[in-house]
Protein backbone atom coordinates (compact mmCIF):
# COMPACT_ATOMS: atom_id res chain seq x y z
CA UNK A 1 0.00 0.00 0.00
CA UNK A 2 1.55 3.54 -0.43
CA UNK A 3 2.20 5.19 2.25
CA UNK A 4 0.34 8.12 1.27
CA UNK A 5 -2.97 6.16 0.86
CA UNK A 6 -2.38 4.36 4.21
CA UNK A 7 -2.55 8.16 6.29
CA UNK A 8 -5.56 9.22 4.44
CA UNK A 9 -7.06 6.14 5.13
CA UNK A 10 -5.81 5.64 8.38
CA UNK A 11 -6.26 9.48 9.87
CA UNK A 12 -9.57 9.85 7.78
CA UNK A 13 -8.28 12.75 5.37
CA UNK A 14 -7.84 13.89 2.27
CA UNK A 15 -4.28 13.92 0.30
CA UNK A 16 -5.16 17.49 -0.02
CA UNK A 17 -5.48 18.36 3.98
CA UNK A 18 -1.03 17.36 4.13
CA UNK A 19 0.75 20.14 3.47
CA UNK A 20 4.37 18.01 4.47
CA UNK A 21 4.94 15.00 4.54
CA UNK A 22 8.46 13.19 5.86
CA UNK A 23 9.04 9.68 6.30
CA UNK A 24 11.75 8.16 8.44
CA UNK A 25 12.85 4.61 8.52
CA UNK A 26 15.38 2.22 10.30
CA UNK A 27 15.55 -1.65 10.32
CA UNK A 28 12.24 -2.35 11.36
CA UNK A 29 10.56 1.22 12.15
CA UNK A 30 8.53 3.55 9.60
CA UNK A 31 8.10 6.91 11.27
CA UNK A 32 6.12 9.11 9.50
CA UNK A 33 5.68 12.77 10.35
CA UNK A 34 3.02 14.80 8.56
CA UNK A 35 1.63 18.42 8.84
CA UNK A 36 -1.94 19.61 8.06
CA UNK A 37 -2.91 22.51 5.95
CA UNK A 38 -4.08 25.37 7.92
CA UNK A 39 -7.60 25.60 7.72
CA UNK A 40 -9.69 27.84 10.07
CA UNK A 41 -7.65 30.44 11.70
CA UNK A 42 -10.55 31.54 13.84
CA UNK A 43 -10.18 31.50 17.97
CA UNK A 44 -12.49 29.20 19.47
CA UNK A 45 -12.87 31.58 22.26
CA UNK A 46 -13.71 34.72 20.98
CA UNK A 47 -13.49 34.44 16.66
CA UNK A 48 -10.69 36.48 16.23
CA UNK A 49 -7.55 36.58 15.09
CA UNK A 50 -4.91 33.62 15.08
CA UNK A 51 -1.19 33.51 14.81
CA UNK A 52 1.11 30.05 14.65
CA UNK A 53 2.69 30.17 18.19
CA UNK A 54 4.61 26.83 17.22
CA UNK A 55 4.37 23.07 16.11
CA UNK A 56 3.93 20.33 18.64
CA UNK A 57 4.51 17.27 17.73
CA UNK A 58 1.88 14.20 18.70
CA UNK A 59 1.59 10.84 18.02
CA UNK A 60 -1.31 9.63 17.08
CA UNK A 61 -1.29 6.10 15.70
CA UNK A 62 1.15 3.00 15.33
CA UNK A 63 0.18 -0.16 13.09
CA UNK A 64 1.18 -2.10 10.48
CA UNK A 65 1.74 -1.34 6.77
CA UNK A 66 3.25 -3.67 4.40
CA UNK A 67 4.06 -6.00 7.99
CA UNK A 68 6.22 -3.06 9.14
CA UNK A 69 5.63 -1.03 12.54
CA UNK A 70 4.82 2.00 11.32
CA UNK A 71 3.91 5.45 13.61
CA UNK A 72 2.50 8.53 12.96
CA UNK A 73 3.38 11.43 14.40
CA UNK A 74 1.34 14.90 13.63
CA UNK A 75 2.86 18.56 13.81
CA UNK A 76 -0.12 20.07 15.35
CA UNK A 77 0.43 23.84 15.66
CA UNK A 78 -0.71 26.33 18.60
CA UNK A 79 -2.09 29.36 18.14
CA UNK A 80 -1.91 32.58 19.53
CA UNK A 81 -5.14 34.63 19.95
CA UNK A 82 -4.24 38.45 18.63
CA UNK A 83 -7.21 39.28 20.46
CA UNK A 84 -7.43 37.63 23.89
CA UNK A 85 -4.48 36.39 24.11
CA UNK A 86 -5.60 32.42 24.60
CA UNK A 87 -3.80 29.45 23.45
CA UNK A 88 -5.22 27.26 20.95
CA UNK A 89 -4.15 23.69 19.11
CA UNK A 90 -5.43 22.33 16.12
CA UNK A 91 -5.12 20.02 13.94
ZN1 LIG B 1 -9.60 34.95 21.18
Redesign the pocket.
Given at each position: MPINDFITTALNISEDDIEDLNVRSDEEDLIITLKLKAKSLD?P????NVTIKDYRKVKILSGDMNHRKTTICLKKRRYT?K????TSMKK
Open positions: CYCGGCVCGK
